[in-house]
């Protein structure tokens, strides 16, 4: 390397999905639950509740709101983080259309 290029950091742009970018499987799926599971997690947080009290709240035991609350995601399903979402009161919309070259096949995007 002359020191020209010394200074220059190389980089590679993401495509969007942390999980596409390290070539795991079902890239979207994660990316769509962890989304999700974040809102769970900033709807949570807001409430300021102790860990048993959401416990309680989301029909779960302790450890696994520990686990939640530290962004461990990938322990719940898709199907068990939107029942946490309707255990908080938020309506869930889903929205099926054609598939776009390009685009993710699952998507989160959440109302103000």
């Known amino acids: 390397m002359n020191k020209k290029d010394q200074g220059k ?10 999980y596409a970018d ?4 079902d890239a979207d799926e994660l990316l769509a639950r962890s989304q999700i ?9 807001d409430k300021n509740l102790k860990q048993r009290e959401i416990a309680s709240l989301l029909g779960i035991a302790q450890p696994e709101v ?29 929205r099926i259309s054609p598939h776009k ?11 103000a």
Request: include cysteine.
């Open 66 to 94: 520990s686990h939640l609350m530290n962004g461990h995601f990938s322990r719940f399903t898709t199907d068990k983080l939107l029942d946490f979402l309707k255990r908080l009161d938020r309506k869930v919309t889903i």
């Open 9 to 18: 950091i190389v980089y590679e742009e993401s495509c969007g999905n942390v």
């Open 101 to 111: 070259p390009g685009e993710p096949y699952q998507e989160v995007k959440v109302a």
């Open 22 to 25: 390290l070539g795991l499987k």
């Open 37 to 45: 599971g974040f809102h769970v997690y900033a709807i949570l947080k």
